[in-house]
């Protein structure tokens, strides 16, 4: 058995107990992430996308069914499983070499070790001459990689990100979606991330579960057939790509409020701004192997 992380008739409810409030989070969610597979969910908010994720971490518990990891059920968060969130909370009387290294400390690794360890990935997200720095010293782009580097650091098995990117401007964004990627292609990693850009889900994922609000549960699964690396080929200006964004965007517009679309636009910004699709094909029961032929060469 591979799969690293399944999803059985997972739900959530948060005040359970007091029907008149009682909000269905997660109802009855089902899938399985693969060993290194890089698996991205994508949703309007309030779909349950971050109640996924903190089932996952070990953050809360599930009201019914389980979140499975290496075939055991979640019960509380391990280092094997680090969560990314887009803000990373760190600690600002700590440097850059403090933050990344604290998960070390807490398992008691000595300090000449933990930071060379912390070196290493200060280095691999690109913040060498940084080490020094506190974050208010840091730029928001600066400070995501610092929060990267501190996950990674304590080299977990699983990455389950939570909007990691979604708070800084678009050409950051690009170049972190591209560090993240270098770095799962030199540690592999089984990566469940959550995001509601359609390109960034594109761009980096194997596989892009879409979710549904009402009920909040994964409406599609579709495969992005498309080779990597992925960046510098003008990958998202092929007929291709912009096939697979329609279907997701169908689906979304299928099972989302109505004015999901815009909203979502008007949150990313930059990219999605300029793609109006309502109103384009709708190609929701379409067959993901219609667009595996793809030329990044572009
Ligand atoms: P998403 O990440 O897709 O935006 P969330 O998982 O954050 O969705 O939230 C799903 C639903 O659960 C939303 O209706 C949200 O308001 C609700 N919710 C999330 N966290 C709580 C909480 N701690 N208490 C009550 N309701 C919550």
């Given at each position: 058995m591979s799969e690293v992380l399944e999803a059985r008739e997972l739900s959530r409810v948060?005040?359970?107990?007091?029907?008149?409030?009682?909000?269905?989070?997660?109802?009855?969610?089902?899938?399985?992430?693969?060993?290194?597979?890089?698996?991205?969910?994508?949703?309007?908010?309030?779909?349950?996308?971050?109640?996924?994720?903190?089932?996952?971490?070990?953050?809360?518990?599930?009201?019914?069914?389980?979140?499975?990891?290496?075939?055991?059920?979640?019960?509380?968060?391990?280092?094997?499983?680090?969560?990314?969130?887009?803000?990373f909370n760190l600690f600002p009387w700590r440097t850059t070499r403090g933050n990344v290294a604290f998960g070390l400390e807490m398992r008691g690794v000595p300090e000449a070790e933990r930071n060379r360890i912390a070196?290493?990935?200060?280095?691999?997200?690109?913040?060498?001459?940084?080490?020094?720095?506190?974050?208010?010293?840091?730029?928001g782009g600066m400070r995501q990689r610092v929060g990267l580097a501190r996950a990674l650091a304590v080299d977990p098995s699983v990455l389950l990100m939570d909007e990691p990117f979604g708070a800084v401007d678009a050409r950051t964004r690009e170049t972190l979606?591209?560090?993240?990627?270098?770095?799962?292609?030199?540690?592999?990693?089984?990566?469940?991330?959550?995001?509601?850009?359609?390109?960034?889900?594109?761009v980096l994922a194997d596989r892009v579960l879409v979710m549904g609000a009402d009920p909040n549960r994964i409406a599609a699964t579709i495969d992005v057939p498309f080779d990597r690396p992925r960046y510098g080929r003008g990958l998202e200006t092929t007929a291709e790509f912009t096939a697979l964004e329609r279907r997701v965007r169908s689906v979304l517009r299928d099972e989302g409020p109505d004015d999901e679309t815009t909203d979502e636009q008007e949150t990313t910004g930059d990219r999605e701004a300029t793609n109006e699709h309502d109103g384009a094909d709708v190609e929701s029961s379409g067959d993901p192997d219609a667009v595996t032929t793809v030329s990044e060469n572009s």
């Open positions: 948060y005040d359970a107990d007091e029907p008149e409030q009682a909000v269905r989070a997660l109802d009855g969610v089902s899938f399985t992430v693969e060993r290194d597979e890089f698996v991205v969910v994508v949703g309007p908010s309030g779909c349950g996308k971050s109640t996924l994720l903190r089932l996952f971490a070990g953050l809360i518990e599930p009201t019914s069914g389980a979140a499975i990891a290496n075939g055991e059920p979640v019960t509380g968060p391990d280092p094997d499983r680090a969560m990314v969130f887009q803000e070196g290493e990935y200060i280095e691999l997200v690109g913040l060498d001459g940084f080490a020094g720095r506190y974050p208010d010293e840091l730029s979606q591209r560090e993240l990627l270098r770095i799962r292609e030199r540690d592999r990693k089984t990566i469940l991330f959550v995001t509601h850009d359609i390109d960034e889900a594109l």
